[in-house]
């Protein structure tokens, strides 16, 4: 993972180049707080989170930037409190709050208090914004391309709809033909069989009115 590489190597640079692309859907999709843990350990977990925090308050003139005190404090509040969000969404929470997209642009104090019960709530409000428009936006794409024609599954329901339609009308013929039967005799069945034969339409239904042979008594004089 490329920003977790830089990170680790406290690169400024190729940071600030990644820093400048991540975005919503970047963070989203990024690698959770609570994975990294379990991969690089507490200790360094706790190293990489401190890192950004010294580095976003050393952007500020402020009168009270973080200590190196208080860092490591706040990176463990973090991990804690945030254990399923990404490490791309502390990089772009503290991105925003520097940039003033975040905050109401009046208290700047740099502390534990506004960093997890402020900004970071008001960034998370954002991103699940985000993630429920890109979820409704996946979703609409899905189902357009579900109702296409050319679609797998479109074709699936459209095949079952078309086999229903058909064993639907073959069960009222079946139905129309046991009325029919019951008021004729072997001649008027072996009649009705032949014209049958010469209808295009009626020659799915031509196999049981032959079984009706079985039922209808007399002979057939040809």
Not at 25 to 46: F, P, R, W, Y
Request: aromatic share 8%; proline share 3%.
């Amino acid at each position: 993972m490329q920003l977790m590489q830089c990170l680790v190597s406290q690169d400024q640079v190729e940071l600030l180049i990644l820093e400048k692309n991540i975005n919503l859907q970047n963070a989203i999709d990024g690698t959770k707080i609570k994975s990294l843990e379990k991969s690089l350990g507490e200790i360094n977990m706790v190293k990489v989170v401190t890192y950004l925090l010294m580095r976003f308050s050393e952007s500020f003139n402020v009168g009270k930037n973080i200590s190196n005190t208080q860092a490591p404090l706040i990176a463990i509040d973090i991990i804690e409190k945030y254990p399923y969000e990404t490490i791309e969404d502390v990089v772009l929470m503290l991105k925003q709050v520097r940039q003033g997209i975040i905050g109401d642009g009046k208290d700047y104090k740099l502390d534990g208090q506004n960093i997890l019960n402020k900004w970071f709530p008001e960034y998370l409000e954002k991103k699940y914004m985000e993630f429920e428009r890109l979820k409704k936006q996946e979703y609409s794409l899905i189902s357009n391309e579900i109702d296409s024609k050319n679609h797998p599954v479109a074709q699936f329901y459209e095949k079952r709809r078309i086999e229903k339609t058909r064993k639907e009308k073959e069960t009222k013929m079946h139905l129309e033909i046991d009325e029919m039967v019951k008021y004729m005799d072997r001649q008027m069945l072996e009649d009705t069989i032949s014209d049958w034969e010469k209808k295009q339409e009626m020659k799915p239904y031509m196999h049981y009115l032959i079984l009706k042979r079985r039922s209808v008594p007399g002979k057939y004089n040809p």
